[in-house]
Each structure stands twice: as C-alpha cells, then as structure tokens.
C-alpha cells in the first residue's frame, strides 16, 4: 500500500505466498530503510523484556540514535483496548483488530519514519505476538496474517525460548495474580486463573514454535543466564550495525 | 443457513439467524440515515422487531475513533483498522444477536463504505477485502446513488464540508471545497466497482425522500416476505394475499364450529409453518 511517499509496503514474502506483495517487498521491503528494527519475542516471563532494555543500553552507549515501542502502547487507541479489557468486552476477533490497529498507529505515525530517518527501533513484542495470542484464541492464522500485511520485516526477530514451567515459577514468583486476557480466562479454558494462564501460554509457546521456521525467526535460550543471552543478542545485533555505520550519531 | 464472505469468526454460528440484513450504502451526504430512521418506524409500525445499526456506534470503539478523528492525526492504515474494530464488535454483539432473535436489521453502511474509504486512501483491495472476510452476506445491499454535484447543494444546507469527508488526509491543500469533489468522486468511483461485485440494488438518490422511500419499501418488502412466516402475516403477493385469505376462512369456519360447541376457544394468532429460513441449507463447513 501506499504510505504517503514514494515507498510502498506491503504484505511480505513471508507471510503468505501472494506474488504481487513479494515482488514489492523484495524492491521496497525492510532492508531498503536506513534504519534497523530489532524486536524481542516470547512469551511472558521468558525474560525477553530484560534483554532488550539491555540492548537498548548498549546500543545507546555506541551513539546511535535508539527508539524504544512497546507493544499496546498507541496514544489514540490504547485508552480503547483498555475499555475493552476492563469491561470484558473483547472477543477474539475485536481483540486482534484493536491489537492490530494499535500496531497500525504506531507503524504509521512513530516505527516506520523513525526507520527511514536511520534510527534503530526496538520494539518489545511485535507481530508474531500477534500471531502466537490470535491464534491461541482461535482465529483463522491466515486472516491474522493477512491482518498485519502492512507491518514492516523486522531486521533481527529474537525469540526467546523458555519452558512453560520456567516462565510460570518466574512470573508466580513476581506478581500477584494474572489478569483477565492474559491468563486467557475469556476461551473458558479453566476457571482457576493460574491454570488457565498454564494452558492458554501452552497454546501460545506452540504457536511461536510453528513460527521459527516460517518467519525465520532467531532463537535465544532463554534458560541461559541473562549476561550470556545478552552477549549473543548483542553479537548478532552488531553484525547488523556495522553495516550501517551512518546512522550513528555523532556527538 | 447464512453465509459469510470466506472467513467465520471463533464462536459464530451461522445457523438460526432467521432475521434479514439489510444495508443501505451510499456516500456521505447521499440520505441514508433519514431513509433508515422512515424505514424503521414504517417496518415496526408493521409488526417488525427493527435494529438499526451503523458506523461508529459500537460500545468499545465508537469513543475511541471519535476521540481520534478529533486529532487530525489518524493514519490510514489505523483509520482502517479502528473501523473495522468498531464493525465486528457491531457485528458479534448486535447484528448477529438480533438476526438470531428474527429482527430487520437495518444498517446504515456496511463494509462497502469502509472498504471503499481504504481503497481510496491507498489501501491493498486484496488487504481490505481480505480483512472483511468474516463480514455476513446480507439479505440485500440498498445502493443510493448520488452524483457529487446533487451532493454539494446538501452539504452546503446542512452541516458543511467535514474534514474526513473532504478527504483532507487524502489530498494536498487546504482546500476543502476541492477535495471533497475530489475525494467525493473517488469514493463514487470505488461504489460503482463495488456495486457489480457485491450487486448492490442502486436507487436514485438523488430523487426526493417520499420517492427514494417508496422504492425503499418496495425493495424492503420483497425481502421480508421471503421467509414464510411474515408472508403469512404481512402477506403482500398474490399467491400469499390468497393463501392468507384462504387460511383466515378456514379459521373463521373453525372459530364457527368452536363457537357452535360453545367452546370459547380461540384460535392461537399464527400456525406458523415451520421450515427455517428458507435456504433449506444446513450447517456444514465451518472452516475458521
């Protein structure tokens, strides 16, 4: 589609096999942005919020112009996801639309500039998060996404891997209690919150694992200790930010 | 049973939704709503449970998207989405739990307005299309058709050039005069192609509000007398006007013969034939 310039996105290669989306792609894709997107997966407690505040730190250190976008977080749509969370009037299709029409603000109006201006964006959660919690509640993977056709391919997609039970002992550990739609309590899976949450992250860890392949996405051990995943985040993120040395900003 | 545009959403059933679904489509300024607002008190004023429905209406988006219309701010792509967010929560809790219950639902817009305002503003056809796949079939889509320059005089005598309906995202310029006949005209444009593909019933628009509503009625009742239980009560046809008459002599013979025995029974009001809705069709792919 068009985004108001001569650029043109559009659903990608990976996503579905549409032979008109690939061929823009391939001409005006991702990699056609002077700017990098970096953006961490996995599901909750898999640590993946800790390692890309790391990164971010680091990155930040070598002068480079860094832009953090945290997932839900669109000034003119949050305040409506936030209504139907608190009222449980989502289902499982108007939460991937307004999920999707958050993610669409913050393409339109913050991610996709900031990349053509060269900055490095992280984003903590992306598409396939999308993907992984629509799914899980049942709606067609195919129309999910075709739903986000518009999104721009991530640089490095880092999915950190965890087992369910790992996540479940660090997050019980942390917080008092799940909420509604996180514990995934509107499919009726189980009334018991934590057991709920137990099934409903299950369903979601499957649906990131059909992922790696499809979206070639770039596993982390997320068992390992945190200086050690973060060495190899960095390593990978670096091979990327050498190749572009002019976005660095100089002082 | 009803069916949908490819996709069905998680939890829908498609079967019993004995109602009928009636859009009036057309571009801004071109009388739908107060078509609609004839329409309903004329079909409840004949027995018919009416919901009436349209954009921006829905509990969780409806705020949200007035909210961020007020900004100037709103990207396309988000437009799109915010609309289509509004439509299914619309969708899921009000059209098809009336449909379910036998109501007209009467919808001012449908997914035609909303696909053909994302194809104007550079949307993917495919990417929208794909998007409104879950969206119902309905029972018939009401096109009023009005040229942009029968638009300009309404808009002058009523609220004035809107911002959105100017299509001020869209073009360059500040003037608005300019783009609202250009934008208007895009939008129209985008309606035509959309009128064969989804075969939309056109009705002039342009003509004045007893005409336009006289064809409405006639249009409207074809479809509500398609399911044979409000043939039987608002039977308009011949053949049902004649096996209307003919039931209600056999009621009277009946009401006689009760009568007779001294029996101070009434009839009960409507021995519906049953048969569903028509279609003779039952659930089967459900692919979601």
Same mark, same amino acid.
């Given at each position: ?25 391939? +001409? ?66 108007? *939460? ?6 958050? *993610? ?14 060269? +900055? ?10 999308? *993907? ?34 790992? +996540? ?9 209690? *799940? ?73 | 049973? =009803? ?29 739908? &709503? !107060? ?17 009436? &429905? ?11 998207? =007035?909210? #961020? ?7 396309? /792509? ?30 001012? =817009?449908? $997914? ?11 949307? @993917? ?13 309905? @029972? ?44 208007? &005209? ?12 989804? =075969?939309?019933?056109? /009705? ?12 409405? %009625?006639?249009?409207?009742?074809? $479809?509500?007398?398609? @399911? ?13 006007? !004649? ?10 013979? %009946? ?14 009001? !409507? ?12 659930? #089967?792919?459900?692919?979601?």
């Amino acid at each position: 589609m068009n985004t108001g310039s001569n650029l043109r996105i559009g659903p990608f290669e990976i996503f579905y096999p549409v032979e008109e989306a690939a061929e823009r792609v391939r +001409a005006n894709g991702g990699s056609s942005f002077p700017g990098k997107l970096f953006v961490v997966e996995g599901i909750d407690g898999s640590g993946k919020s800790t390692q890309l505040s790391l990164l971010h730190k680091w990155i930040e250190s070598k002068g480079y112009g860094v832009v953090f976008s945290t997932w839900n977080s669109s000034s003119l749509v949050k305040d409506t996801t936030k209504l139907g969370k608190k009222k449980k009037m989502l289902t499982a299709a108007t *939460f991937s639309l307004i999920h999707a029409t958050d *993610f669409a603000d913050r393409i339109e109006r913050s991610i996709l500039p900031l990349l053509k201006a060269g +900055a490095v964006v992280l984003c903590d959660r992306y598409i396939y998060t999308a *993907f992984a919690r629509d799914v899980a509640r049942g709606m067609s993977s195919k129309w999910v996404r075709e739903l986000y056709g518009f999104a721009v391919k991530p640089t490095v997609a880092f999915y950190f891997r965890v087992p369910l039970e790992t +996540a479940i002992g660090r997050l019980v550990a942390a917080r008092d209690g *799940f909420k509604f739609y996180e514990a995934g309590l509107d499919l009726g899976l189980s009334d018991d919150p934590t057991e709920s949450f137990r099934l409903f992250q299950g369903r979601i860890l499957q649906e990131y694992e059909r992922m790696i392949p499809e979206f070639g996405l770039t596993v982390i051990d997320a068992t390992l200790p945190v200086e050690v995943q973060q060495a190899q985040v960095r390593q990978i993120a670096k091979t990327h930010l050498d190749r572009a040395k002019e976005l660095r900003v100089r002082p | 049973m =009803r069916q949908t545009y490819g996709k069905t959403l998680p939890g829908m059933k498609l079967t019993d939704l004995s109602g009928k679904l009636i859009v009036v489509e057309g571009t801004d300024g071109a009388g739908r &709503t !107060t078509q609609i607002n004839l329409l309903k008190a004329w079909l409840e004023e004949r027995g018919h449970a009416v919901l009436d &429905t349209g954009m921006t209406r829905s509990p969780l988006a409806g705020e949200g998207i =007035r909210r #961020a219309k007020e900004g100037n701010n709103l990207g396309r /792509v988000t437009q799109s989405l915010f609309y289509a967010t509004d439509f299914v929560d619309r969708l899921e809790n009000e059209i098809v739990p009336a449909l379910r219950a036998g109501f007209v639902v009467l919808t001012d =817009r449908y $997914i035609y307005s909303l696909m053909a305002r994302a194809i104007v503003r550079g949307m @993917d056809p495919a990417w929208i299309r794909s998007i409104y796949s879950m969206a119902l079939v309905p @029972d018939a889509v009401i096109y009023l058709r009005i040229g942009v320059d029968q638009l300009i005089p309404r808009v002058i005598f009523s609220r004035g050039f809107d911002y959105w309906e100017s299509g001020m995202d869209v073009f360059p310029g500040q003037d608005m005069y300019e783009n609202f006949r250009s934008y208007q &005209t895009a939008l129209l444009a985008e309606f035509e192609r959309l009128s064969v593909e989804f =075969r939309f019933e056109t /009705v002039d628009g342009s003509a004045d509000v007893k005409t336009v509503f006289a064809e409405l %009625q006639k249009k409207i009742l074809r $479809i509500v007398e398609s @399911d044979s239980r409000q043939q039987y009560v608002f039977g308009r046809s011949e053949e049902t006007a !004649t096996l209307q008459r003919k039931t209600q002599e056999t009621w009277a013979a %009946q009401l006689r013969e009760l009568r007779s025995n001294d029996l101070r029974i009434l009839p009960r009001t !409507t021995p519906v034939s049953s048969g569903g809705n028509g279609h003779g069709m039952e659930e #089967a792919d459900r692919s979601a």
